[in-house]
């Protein structure tokens, strides 16, 4: 059998924690601009921080100097996101443990009208998770306790500030699964995870976010707590206010705790890292593996040659098999080792014979599948190595996937160093990406609105499962009609009237705050 063969030449890759790549991939990038020098952005009238304020805050904190950071050096990083491309210039940071320090907080900065910039773990792409001026920092990372895990209903009860990875350890050792994977696991926070509906890996078997979460505590703008919290699938009682937070960004309320649906473990996963010629390839193996796998099929990726090539590159790895202009990872879960086995065999014997399938390996080892794994999540920080990347997380028709990345490769030629295009091909999430020396106004203009008229005209949308933050905002009428935009507006008005939570994201410019 090729594929066991072909195991063999599944070669250790090295594991890395995010934090480390992260390390690694921006250690020789340059501080990005000030937000506020960079883009054509004006400041709201909102009041400007004082020692008093200060002063106050301590107070609600309990008088503890790490739980209130005012130094430059210690804001510096709230200030700058993942990515390098914003930087606001907020002058405080305030660390709460509890709801009900958040509420307090929010009452104080809204009677003062000081706007706020709710922050996770800030590994977002949109520029949604740091301060565009001055705003108040309030990082959620001391809210961090896990407080229920259900093994009979899989019901996770946990506060925001859970770091992904540590959730997926927790679970995992009750027999359970988290329903979102991200490369980014190792620094991102849950709650920061349903403040922007991220999708991740695994979303073509588990859904998304507005599926598994079941419950939501929130602060509003005027410090309200508002419980809605639900320790049950089957909760049909009126309005899911719940849903307003998921995916708002901060810009509605900041989600302080959460209940979420975690399912059973699999006994039996596999994976099958393959090499084709062509993206039409690409595509009709995804379609053969929905049919031919059906329920066990757990994840399908498509990455392209140059975005490997800069993984492997990068972090010096070695790919499992030769080279080749595009590449899948399909993931199967089940609970029947021998059947699930038969059904992969299979499905990969019949994608090799019909000429789709040039080469690949297949394996259940759990190192080795981790080895694997790290080839797809890498590539992100593999491409700010070059200096600066615009990333692009578009939905787009199977059909024309990939066209887009051509186009743009055209579009902007020489100056670029890479582009590339990888993704959730299971679910039509494509990440498209630019890298380059530095930023310049003019590659910027190149590619936008470019991409985002492109992405229009296809009927797809500008932001898959990143959000809209404050990179996109002004594009978001490219997905959203003026109507739903108008309705936007309106609740924002209701749940935030004075504009202080995370202004400047999500709304278009044009739109009154």
């Known amino acids: 059998m090729i594929f066991r063969r072909v195991l063999q030449r599944c070669v250790p890759l090295g594991l890395h924690r995010t934090p480390v790549w992260r390390t690694l991939a921006s250690a020789s990038r340059e501080i990005p601009a000030l937000t506020r020098d960079r883009y054509p952005v004006q400041r709201g009238s909102f009041a400007e921080l004082n020692d008093n304020d200060v002063a106050v805050f301590r107070n609600i904190l309990g008088g503890s ?42 009452r104080y900065c809204n009677d003062r009208r000081l706007a706020v910039c709710p922050q996770g773990g800030n590994t977002g792409l949109v520029g949604g998770s740091v301060p565009v001026f001055d705003e108040v920092v309030i990082s959620l990372q001391l809210m961090d306790t896990i407080e229920k895990i259900d093994e009979y209903s899989g019901i996770v009860v946990c506060q925001a500030g859970c770091v992904l990875a540590s959730l997926e350890e927790q679970v995992g050792a009750r027999g359970l699964v988290m329903p979102l994977d991200l490369g980014a696991k190792g620094s991102c926070h849950i709650g920061g995870n349903v403040s922007t509906n991220a999708g991740g890996l695994r979303l073509v078997r588990y859904g998304n ?10 602060v509003t703008a005027e410090g309200r707590v508002l419980d809605l919290m639900s320790n049950f699938k089957k909760d049909n009682t009126g309005y899911h206010l719940k849903h ?9 309320g900041i989600i302080t705790r959460l209940a979420i649906f975690c399912p059973t473990a699999s006994r039996s996963v596999n994976i099958a890292f393959i090499g084709l010629r062509s993206y039409d390839a690409v595509r009709q193996t995804f379609l053969a ?11 399908c990726e498509m990455i392209d040659a140059p975005s490997l090539d800069s993984c492997t590159r990068f972090f010096n790895l070695q790919s499992p098999i030769e080279k080749y202009p595009f590449y899948m990872l399909i993931e199967t879960s089940g609970s029947d080792a021998g059947h699930d086995e038969e059904k992969l065999t299979r499905f990969l014997e ?6 789709l399938v040039e080469d690949g390996t297949v394996t259940n080892e759990p190192t080795k599948m981790k080895h694997i794994w790290k080839l797809r999540e890498m590539i992100a920080d593999s491409l700010l190595a070059d200096g600066y990347c615009f990333k692009y997380d578009i939905s787009l028709p199977l059909d024309q996937f990939y066209d887009i990345v051509l186009a743009v490769r055209e579009r902007v030629g020489k100056l670029a160093i890479n582009v590339t295009g990888y993704g959730h091909i299971g679910d039509s999430n494509l990440h498209l990406n630019v890298s380059c020396e530095r930023f310049t106004p003019e590659i910027y203009a190149l590619l936008e609105p470019f991409i985002y008229e492109y992405t229009s005209k296809l009927r797809g949308s500008v ?34 009237p004075n504009g202080i939570l995370n202004p400047y994201k999500v709304l278009p410019p044009d739109t009154p705050q």
């Open 65 to 106: 100097s790490s739980r209130v950071l005012t130094e430059a050096a210690e804001v510096e990083g709230y200030n700058i996101d993942y990515l390098r491309s914003v930087r606001g210039c907020g002058r405080v940071v305030l660390k709460p443990r509890n709801t009900a320090e958040v509420g307090e907080l929010m």
């Open 209 to 218: 976010l507005h599926g598994s979460v079941l419950g939501v505590e929130a």
């Open 244 to 252: 307003l937070f998921i995916g708002s960004e901060g810009t509605l």
């Open 289 to 299: 593996a929905k049919r031919g796998l059906g329920e066990i099929l757990s994840s």
């Open 350 to 355: 019949q994608s090799m014979e019909g000429g």
């Open 463 to 496: 932001s898959a499962e990143h959000g809209i933050g404050f990179l996109k905002r002004k594009y978001l009428h490219y997905s959203k009609q003026a109507e739903p935009l108008r309705l936007m507006h309106q609740m924002k008005q209701m749940l935030d």
